[in-house]
């Protein structure tokens, strides 16, 4: 964002979010004021609640309702303003310390740890097993046609392949800065995202996507646990928004979940995947010998994202240590 928030909306934004985690309803100044002790009146938290409404990060569900945050909103709390986790995270941490890989193979430990996440966050958990990265690119070649992006690959090994990317409007100007980009990156050894200039956010956005999502000749195992309570959340209620991401975790589990080496947080539409559009992902990768990993969490936007993080992160490292 162009101008940072005032203390104060910070606040508002925080509170808002928490409220409707918790409850699921629009909340009005009234109630931030008396549940959260915000230092202000009623009028100059509504007055702060108006103000991030105009800059998109909360929204009206209905004319004569309250506020709830938008993907925007989630997006600004989880970058800026997410506190610290729980203390249960640390009963969750006893409790990883004291697991072995005497007891059980592999598979039976990705399913238990599967399991545990999802009774500690109620939210759906997914775990890869590791597998050895991809060969280190060598060429990227863009390609506009139409609406659509072709993405030409040629890995360090001679093995070409190519990608057929959806175009945002608007980022066909960017294209050939954004090669001569990669290009320069490549030569230095890897794709360095941290470094890419602001104005090819919107192509670079689309390619980093694409290009940290498995594909079918890498695919991967994954162990899926808590469908039943991701469906369950009243946000999927509607069968036509359900069916195409039940039909992604039938044929296709493992991308939901990003290859890249650090850790993320994907919120809405963020995510290259469009059945994920009213969903968050929360993920964290673990290393060991035989590749690298990944641990992730999938629930509504509307969740606690501190945990969720939190949870991740502890049980990919404890991975980490049991696979070394």
């Not at 909103?73 to 986790?85: A, K, M, S």
């Not at 007891?103 to 590791?130: E, K, N, V």
């Not at 072709?150 to 093995?159: I, K, Q, S, T």
Request: with cysteine; glycine share 6%.
């Amino acid at each position: 964002m162009s101008k940072p928030l005032s203390l104060r909306q910070e606040q508002v934004l925080q509170a808002t979010v928490h409220h409707y985690v918790d409850t699921m309803e629009p909340v009005g100044s009234r109630t931030l004021v008396q549940r959260f002790g915000i230092p202000a009146s009623s009028a100059t938290v509504r007055s702060a609640m108006g103000a991030l409404e105009r800059r998109g990060l909360l929204h009206q569900p209905h004319t004569s309702a309250g506020r709830v945050p938008s993907p925007m909103g989630y997006r600004h709390y989880v970058d800026t303003l997410l506190p610290e986790p729980g203390i249960a995270v640390q009963h969750l941490e006893r409790e990883l310390t004291g697991l072995s890989l005497r007891w059980a193979g592999l598979d039976d430990l990705m399913m238990h740890l599967a399991r545990r996440l999802t009774d500690f966050t109620g939210l759906m958990s997914l775990i890869t097993q590791p597998q050895q990265e991809n060969q280190q690119l060598e060429t990227i070649r863009l390609v506009p046609s139409g609406d659509r992006l072709l993405v030409m690959l040629v890995e360090a090994n001679g093995r070409a392949s190519h990608l057929n990317l959806r175009l945002p409007h608007g980022a066909e100007t960017e294209l050939t800065a954004m090669e001569r980009w990669a290009s320069a990156q490549l030569e230095q050894g890897d794709l360095n995202w941290d470094a890419l200039p602001r104005q090819l956010q919107r192509s670079g956005a689309v390619l980093r996507n694409a290009l940290e999502q498995p594909t079918p000749a890498n695919s991967t195992q994954v162990v899926v646990h808590g469908l039943s309570r991701l469906v369950s959340e009243p946000e999927f209620e509607s069968t036509s928004s359900l069916r195409p991401l039940l039909e992604l975790i039938d044929d296709q589990p493992a991308t939901l979940i990003s290859r890249g080496e650090s850790a993320r947080v994907w919120i809405g539409e963020e995510h290259p995947q469009p059945a994920l559009e009213a969903c968050a992902v929360v993920q964290a990768p673990y290393r060991c010998n035989e590749g690298l990993g990944h641990v992730a969490l999938v629930g509504p936007m509307r969740m606690a994202y501190a945990t969720a993080r939190a949870a991740v992160q502890r049980v990919a490292r404890h991975l980490e240590l049991l696979l070394a």
